[in-house]
């Protein structure tokens, strides 16, 4: 299976359960295989939650849609058409209730990493996401990889 990475900046509102980070899969059929997440903390650090989303949200900060240049071979972009959606949202992403893959707080300075490897890789059924949020009423603001397969 071919691989991908795709990384960038996002933050939140000082709001339990925002979201600064969503790797979103609007293909119809295909599932998206994720392995890595790290996160490095840009100006905060709150703690960090990674969650699954039923619905994209809208208006993010900004969006990166991966090419070829994604692609760790370099061969393809992404056939699923994923997209990394940064925050702030305007409305934010539906998250699924009381289901955390993973729960965690953040390093003591700024300028430190995350690192969430999976033994086996997480899921992204299509048309869904998967999220790094807040867990609690503070402002995160992080620089986020994902690395998937499809």
Same mark, same amino acid.
């Given at each position: 299976?071919?691989?991908?990475?795709?990384?960038?900046?996002?933050?939140?509102?000082?709001?339990?359960?925002?979201?600064?980070?969503?790797?979103?899969?609007?293909?119809?059929?295909?599932?998206?295989?994720?392995?890595?997440?790290?996160?490095?903390?840009?100006?905060?650090?709150?703690?960090?939650?990674?969650?699954?989303?039923?619905?994209? $949200?809208?208006?993010?900060?900004?969006?990166?849609?991966?090419?070829?240049?994604?692609?760790?071979?370099?061969?393809?972009?992404?056939?699923?058409?994923?997209?990394?959606?940064?925050?702030?949202?305007?409305?934010?992403?539906?998250?699924?209730?009381?289901?955390?893959?993973?729960?965690? $707080?953040?390093?003591?300075?700024?300028?430190?990493?995350? $690192?969430?490897?999976?033994?086996?890789?997480?899921?992204?059924?299509?048309?869904? $996401?998967?999220?790094?949020?807040?867990?609690?009423?503070?402002?995160?603001?992080?620089?986020?990889?994902?690395?998937?397969?499809?």
């Amino acid at each position: 299976m071919p691989r991908f990475s795709a990384a960038g900046r996002g933050t939140t509102a000082a709001t339990a359960e925002h979201v600064s980070a969503q790797l979103w899969n609007p293909h119809a059929s295909m599932m998206l295989y994720v392995w890595e997440i790290t996160c490095y903390w840009v100006a905060s650090t709150a703690y960090v939650a990674v969650r699954r989303s039923t619905a994209r $949200g809208a208006t993010p900060a900004s969006t990166v849609t991966p090419d070829a240049d994604n692609a760790l071979d370099r061969r393809a972009a992404p056939v699923s058409g994923a997209l990394l959606d940064l925050g702030a949202f305007g409305t934010q992403p539906t998250i699924t209730a009381n289901l955390r893959l993973y729960r965690g $707080g953040g390093p003591t300075n700024v300028g430190q990493a995350l $690192g969430i490897f999976f033994p086996i890789p997480v899921g992204v059924p299509a048309g869904t $996401g998967l999220c790094i949020c807040t867990n609690s009423a503070a402002i995160l603001n992080l620089d986020t990889t994902f690395v998937w397969e499809e």
